[in-house]
């Protein structure tokens, strides 16, 4: 009997998005936009938004409890959980802590992984590398965010395009040809100034003043962005498939960071993606940074996009700036 090589693997998924939606036709009455503008610009046209009695903590639970049960296993096997967000319930302790607390899992190591809109696929290498040397069995990972608790809801230019949600996935080391191919990551801290929240922390504490001048909100520098954006898909995705050995071709589905619709046709066309194989929930989530690529893989496979064997591509941009790519073998 030929003995199959050890993959790291995802056995289960979940997602969850809170029960209110923000429409298009609900923003043109709190800002002076249109669905038209936000449409044609951005590809959204709906967003969900945490309840008040929700934090990103919440949000992780109910997505990992799906991932949980569809993996088949018990949550107190679960050894390693990691939480990616960028808006976690308070400095610390770690929404993982929360998370795990509310989990009723009680022997495992439980962290979060800062890298906003990359922040999954950040959190997905390190969870291999530690099923990899053995120091963990079994990893449960989440990206979970509440941006619309640091959304300016008086800021036209940003306020349209964020969301809230959460996905999860569980990791476990088993036999076979399937499971995490290859990953690439990348960062460069100086564009840090052009995607943002100036207060809060050690450098800006918060006071009279910060608040007064809305600093605790997201600032964003969107043309900037952009341009650094697409060359950073772009090489990822790029990377990541050399780094596999696989080519353009070979990808069943792309699952990228949902920021914007044009970011997202333009880094398809360059790399040579057709965009029917390319996952879109932008028009209905908007941007949830971490939890996009995370919510789009279990949407992605519980609509039958994603088959066993297909080779699938997660690629994401975020604040850091930071970028990478994940490709898998369903």
Not at 307 to 321: C, D, P, S, T, Y
Request: glycine share 8%.
């Amino acid at each position: 009997m030929v003995k199959h090589k050890e993959m790291i693997k995802i056995i289960g998924t979940g997602s969850y998005l809170p029960e209110r939606i923000l429409t298009n036709a609900d923003l043109e009455k709190m800002v002076d936009t249109s669905d038209e503008w936000i449409v044609t610009r951005t590809g959204i046209k709906e967003r969900h938004i945490a309840a008040t009695n929700e934090a990103s903590s919440d949000l992780a639970v109910k997505a990992a409890r799906k991932a949980i049960e569809k993996a088949k296993i018990k949550p107190e096997d679960i050894d390693l959980i990691i939480v990616a967000t960028v808006t976690p319930d308070m400095f610390f302790p770690s929404t993982a802590c929360l998370v795990q607390t509310q989990l009723g899992i009680k022997n495992a190591a439980a962290f979060d992984v800062s890298a906003a809109c990359t922040g999954f696929i950040y959190a997905l290498s390190i969870a291999k590398q530690y099923l990899e040397t053995g120091t963990s069995k079994l990893a449960l990972v989440i990206a979970a965010e509440t941006l619309s608790r640091i959304t300016d809801w008086q800021d036209r230019n940003t306020c349209v395009l964020f969301g809230d949600g959460a996905g999860a996935a569980v990791l476990k080391k088993e036999e076979g040809d399937s499971g995490l191919l290859a990953f690439y990551l990348g960062a460069d801290g100086q564009y840090g100034d052009l995607l943002n929240m100036p207060a809060g922390g050690s450098r800006m504490p918060a006071t009279e003043d910060t608040v007064k001048q809305r600093m605790h909100f997201l600032k964003m520098s969107g043309n900037a962005i952009f341009k650094v954006a697409v060359q950073s898909m772009i090489k990822s995705s790029q990377e990541v498939l050399k780094k596999s050995g696989l080519k353009c071709e070979d990808v069943n589905l792309v699952i990228p960071h949902q920021a914007n619709i044009r970011i997202i046709e333009a880094m398809a066309k360059r790399v040579g993606i057709p965009m029917e194989r390319v996952f879109l929930n932008i028009q209905k989530c908007g941007n949830m940074s971490s939890a996009t690529t995370a919510v789009g893989l279990d949407e992605a496979y519980r609509e039958g996009r994603i088959k066993k064997g297909n080779i699938v591509e997660l690629v994401a941009f975020g604040g850091g700036f930071t970028w990478g790519g994940c490709i898998m073998r369903w």
